[in-house]
């Protein structure tokens, strides 16, 4: 789709968002974010743009780097993405620390395909879906610094599992760091799980249909006070946005005009950005949990995995 000029955007995607913070300390008076995310707009190849509040249209992020699924830090000055995986080489995870710079690939990595990495609150650590182990992918937790990985752990190993019959992807830590959600498939079909940042009390809160059909929820997003997980649900009919609420587990669906993937929550809470899918293309949008379509991106190519950067 081609860009076309919206008079909202300034209003709708350039409000000023009251900051979040997960511990005691009191909030920052305000903050503005842009949205980084992936497209396939040029040449069919996945590399990052941002769209930047207020802006009609976006642009490429840092150099345009290749690579997919980004997730910057609380403090806007990273952000982790996967490189695309070739021929000869599987997916591999990099950090932008200088947006004038090329990604750089972290170093101390397990040796085999690894994405969907997200920082820990306090941008200390990362989670991420690892091949190591198992070829369907585990869930592995890391120390950061600098561009090197230490004391990696697999949290959701499992030595008497059919090679690849189990598959754990999607993580993302909770906003006050004690827990991680991801989706799995150990229940049958794909389900958000709810765990401990340490691996233990592992548990779907999803349903959890037993036979295996490829489609299920994954893609959690938390909300900023950890009391609802946004996901998606893939079926027969379609993606979906649908958002669970973790005191009982009630799952409701947002009803949006078309199809919404990859839904990311904004540092407020006031609203999720999402790849919303309308007619052919796949385009991020910035929607309310109530359904309310605030802002819709025109831009070629397939748009995927947003995330909020702080500027």
């Keep these: 789709?081609?860009?076309?000029?919206?008079?909202?955007?300034?209003?709708?995607?350039?409000?000023?968002?009251?900051g979040c913070n997960s511990g005691g300390d009191p909030p920052p008076a305000s903050a503005s974010y842009d949205l980084v995310f992936d497209s396939t707009a040029s040449e069919?190849?996945?590399r990052l743009y941002v769209w930047r509040a207020g802006a009609a249209a976006a642009?490429?992020?840092?150099?345009?780097?290749?690579?997919?699924?980004?997730?910057?830090?609380?403090?806007?000055?990273?952000v982790l993405l996967q490189a695309n995986p070739d021929i000869?080489?599987?997916s591999g995870?990099?950090?932008l620390s200088d947006f004038n710079q090329p990604a750089v690939l972290l170093s101390g990595r397990t040796g085999a395909g690894e994405r969907q990495a997200h920082w820990s609150p306090d941008g200390q650590r990362i989670v991420f879906n690892g091949q190591r182990?198992?070829?369907?992918?585990?869930?592995?937790?890391?120390?950061i610094d600098g561009y090197t990985l230490s004391n990696i752990k697999n949290l959701t190993p499992c030595p008497g599992?059919?090679?690849?019959?189990?598959?754990?992807?999607?993580p993302t830590w909770s906003p006050d760091g004690q827990h991680i959600a991801y989706a799995s498939d150990a229940g049958g079909e794909l389900a958000i799980w709810v765990m401990d940042a340490d691996g233990g009390n592992a548990h779907p809160v999803t349903p959890v249909d037993d036979v295996i059909s490829g489609w299920g929820f994954h893609s959690p997003s938390w909300s900023p006070d950890g009391s609802r997980i946004a996901c998606q649900r893939s079926t027969d009919s379609g993606t979906h946005l649908y958002i669970v609420n973790l005191a009982n587990h009630a799952l409701h669906r947002v009803d949006l005009p078309g199809q919404a993937a990859y839904p990311a929550w904004s540092p407020d809470g006031s609203r999720l950005a999402v790849s919303l899918k309308v007619d052919t293309d796949w385009d991020i949008a910035v929607v309310t949990p109530e359904g309310q379509v605030l802002?819709?991106?025109?831009?070629?190519?397939?748009?995927?995995h947003a995330t909020w950067l702080k500027r």
């Design 1 to 18: 789709m081609q860009a076309t000029p919206n008079p909202l955007l300034p209003l709708l995607l350039g409000l000023v968002l009251a």
């Design 44 to 46: 069919g190849i996945q």
């Design 59 to 78: 642009e490429p992020f840092g150099r345009g780097d290749a690579g997919a699924n980004p997730d910057a830090r609380k403090d806007g000055r990273a």
């Design 88 to 90: 000869n080489q599987p």
């Design 93 to 95: 995870l990099m950090l």
């Design 133 to 143: 182990d198992d070829g369907a992918g585990d869930i592995f937790v890391a120390d």
């Design 161 to 170: 599992c059919v090679e690849g019959s189990v598959a754990e992807v999607t």
């Design 295 to 304: 802002a819709r991106l025109a831009h070629p190519g397939r748009d995927f």
